[in-house]
């Protein structure tokens, strides 16, 4: 993620390289508005279709951050960009008016036991609910077959997602005991 950061800030918080970067992206016909500072997670979900084009204007500007060049930094770009916006997701069905505990109880739990399968799916390789990174993988995979994804360490950064979601709503599973105890009497 600092990369990333490092990126947006680069090409962002300087007036002249934001006008470039989006002269380039008008140049190439990518309907992409640009960066936005406010939101690296953001440029993570969104980022995504201009990634090429990131480093297309870095190159320009004589800036080498040889990780955007490298397979395994970049599967785990994508993973981030997947997981980005599954975490995206939770986030919208938790805002809104006329949530209820109960509601939001609920949400937190379905995505915690989505989080169990996206472990499995990761495990086993099919990286059905991974879009970007199931594209990438099979790039790097049509460009050399005898390429490995290491896939096993991802699993590990979901499980530890997993565990600071147990950790961080454990009181919603405490509650969801009670207020189901409390609804059978």
């Not at 986030?91 to 008016?97: D, E, Y």
């Amino acid at each position: 993620m600092s990369l990333v950061i490092k990126v947006v800030n680069f090409i962002v918080a300087q007036i002249l390289n934001n006008r470039q970067f989006k002269a380039l992206l008008d140049e190439i016909g990518n309907n992409y508005p640009g960066l936005f500072m406010h939101g690296n997670g953001l440029w993570l979900s969104r980022g995504k279709a201009c990634l090429r084009e990131i480093r297309t204007f870095l190159e320009m500007k004589g800036v080498k951050h040889p990780e955007l060049a490298n397979d395994e930094w970049l599967l785990k770009f994508y993973y981030l960009v997947d997981m980005t916006e599954h975490l995206n997701h939770l986030n919208v069905k938790m805002q809104g008016i006329g949530n209820t505990v109960l509601s939001l109880q609920q949400v937190v739990c379905a995505f915690e036991n989505k989080l169990k399968l996206f472990i499995v799916d990761i495990e086993a390789g099919r990286l059905l609910n991974f879009e970007r990174l199931r594209q990438f993988k099979n790039a790097c995979r049509a460009n050399d077959p005898a390429q490995h994804c290491d896939l096993q360490q991802l699993a590990g950064f979901t499980s530890s997602l997993l565990q600071s979601f147990k950790v961080r709503f454990v009181e919603f599973r405490e509650r969801t005991r009670l207020s189901s105890f409390t609804s059978v009497q």
